[in-house]
């Protein structure tokens, strides 16, 4: 069964960067994985963000990035702004046809 | 543009079964994956599966032997069924698209609906 890690919170400064990270609680995440990644404001429904390890949804600001850091997935929000204060979702395929999510990362801005 | 639009009843008696449907407007059911996606209130999401519009579907293998998925075309939505619902099936019901028909596809659920509440209770 695969199992999606996520840092459970993080902070950052307005202006400052931070890194994200979607590990796999066996193993090390690779493009086979395809590697997701989804912004959700309370009472809103998951916003796409990245797709393909680092390919940018249509609209998402350039300020976000993807790559693989190591064994992880990574998102990095460099210049972060005050809306950026979401929840962050990864998403890695699990085998099966079965896509797996990450916990969750609740990022705040202050 | 593609949108997405969950419907079904907001309440479902512990045993029963849950139902709903995903309206797709804007473009073709037809060429796509399709998940339904699940949150429980303060928590994370989960896949619950996806469908092909062929009707081919993939289920989460936890949820295997209650869930079953189906599409149809000609009104361009797709459906959930779950059975014997408990309380831990009480959630906000997502249906996205999977774009993933191959390897240079996105592999991501690029199009979301609303979300639609489901609460198992008696």
């Known amino acids: 069964q695969t199992v999606v890690t996520q840092e459970p919170s993080f902070s950052v400064s307005p202006g400052g960067t931070v890194t994200l990270t979607c590990g796999l609680s066996?193993?090390?995440?690779?493009?086979?994985?395809?590697p997701s990644w989804y912004q959700q404001t309370p009472g809103q429904a998951p916003r796409t963000l990245m797709y393909?390890?680092?390919i940018r949804s249509s609209g998402v600001p350039g300020r976000f990035s993807g790559s693989i850091l190591g064994n992880k997935a990574a998102l990095t929000i460099t210049g972060a702004q005050a809306d950026d204060e979401s929840d962050y979702y990864c998403?890695?395929?699990?085998?099966?046809?079965?896509?797996?999510f990450g916990g969750g990362t609740k990022l705040t801005v202050l | 543009q593609v949108q997405l639009q969950e419907s079904g009843p907001g309440l479902v008696k512990p045993s029963e079964t849950l139902s709903l449907t995903c309206s797709v407007s804007?473009?073709?059911?037809?060429?796509?994956?399709w998940s339904w996606i699940r949150q429980p209130a303060g928590k994370g999401l989960e896949c619950i599966g996806r469908?092909?519009?062929?009707?081919?579907?993939d289920y989460k293998p936890s949820l295997k032997s209650r869930v079953t998925m189906s599409v149809d075309t000609s009104k361009n939505h797709f459906s959930l069924r779950l059975t014997s619902v408990t309380a831990a099936d009480t959630a906000v019901y997502y249906c996205?698209?999977?774009?993933?028909?191959?390897?240079?596809?996105?592999?991501?659920?690029?199009?979301w609906g609303r979300g639609t509440v489901v609460t198992v209770s008696s």
């Open positions: 996205a698209r999977l774009a993933a028909t191959g390897p240079s596809d996105k592999n991501a659920f690029d199009i």
């Open positions: 804007g473009d073709s059911i037809t060429g796509y994956y």
């Open positions: 469908i092909y519009s062929s009707g081919s579907a």
């Open positions: 066996s193993g090390s995440v690779s493009t086979s994985h395809h």
């Open positions: 393909r390890i680092n």
């Open positions: 998403a890695l395929y699990g085998g099966g046809g079965i896509w797996v």
